[in-house]
């Protein structure tokens, strides 16, 4: 079992609707979640992060948790076409070493269509 | 505030020969941190420095890289000498002190091993 799954995609959603990134984790211990935005060929922008079961809104993005149920997903609101990205889902799962280092998803490719 | 930057953008190689990457955290990071992409894989954690001293180099691949933070400014990730499958992006990110907090990734370094 990967210890960070998403979808890959690609998730196609018309303009001005909500798009929904899921993604889910092994470690039940793991408490800092992650969602990172990485346009193509640059690197991955933090757009929000979550620690606490429920959700976290920003603007038009809304991170939700539930550590039960093991999954974090990230809503956008409204997407617009400049939304049209790679989503990265990142957790720190603790390992035994250092509980910094975050472990990457492969990421689910969004295209908003106009 | 000036983001993290890495220097070079990209590096071109031949397979036996070495190459030295470098990461500027962002200014009053204490964490820095090193991943690596591989195509069609995830973004992969290498190590993570806390000020000068490695808190956890658990994912370097092998005794051919070598990574340092002298004076716990700058980072320099060394690959000698270099094989095909060290081909890959090479991002560099840091953190402020807080453990669990996001992490600000660089625009990273391409490397191709020819």
């Known amino acids: 079992q990967k210890e960070v799954e998403q979808n890959s995609g690609p998730l196609s959603v018309p303009e001005g609707a909500i798009a929904s990134l899921n993604c889910t984790y092994s470690d039940r211990g793991s408490q800092s979640f992650f969602w990172y935005r990485q346009y193509s060929g640059k690197s991955p922008e933090l757009i929000m992060s979550i620690y606490s079961n429920g959700d976290k809104e920003d603007g038009r993005f809304t991170a939700q948790l539930n550590k039960a149920s093991q999954y974090v997903s990230l809503l956008i609101r409204d997407s617009q076409p400049s939304d049209s990205a790679t989503y990265l889902c990142?957790?720190?799962?603790?390992?035994?070493?250092?509980?910094?280092?975050?472990?990457f998803g492969k990421g689910t490719l969004l295209t908003v269509n106009p | 505030e000036a983001g993290v930057t890495q220097f070079p953008s990209h590096s071109v190689i031949e397979k036996g020969q070495t190459v030295t990457l470098r990461c500027d955290p962002i200014?009053?990071?204490?964490?820095l941190y090193w991943y690596r992409r591989v195509m069609g894989k995830e973004i992969k954690f290498l190590l993570h420095f806390v000020k000068e001293s490695k808190q956890d180099e658990s994912g370097m691949p092998n005794n051919r890289f070598l990574a340092e933070r002298t004076g716990g400014t700058y980072s320099t990730l060394k690959v000698q000498p270099a094989e095909l499958e060290d081909s890959g992006v090479y991002f560099c990110?840091?953190?402020?002190?807080?453990?669990?907090?996001?992490?600000?990734f660089g625009p990273g370094t391409r490397l191709t091993v020819t």
């Open positions: 990110a840091s953190s402020p002190r807080t453990s669990g907090s996001g992490q600000y």
């Open positions: 200014s009053g990071h204490d964490n």
């Open positions: 990142a957790v720190n799962i603790n390992s035994g070493g250092s509980n910094y280092k975050l472990t």
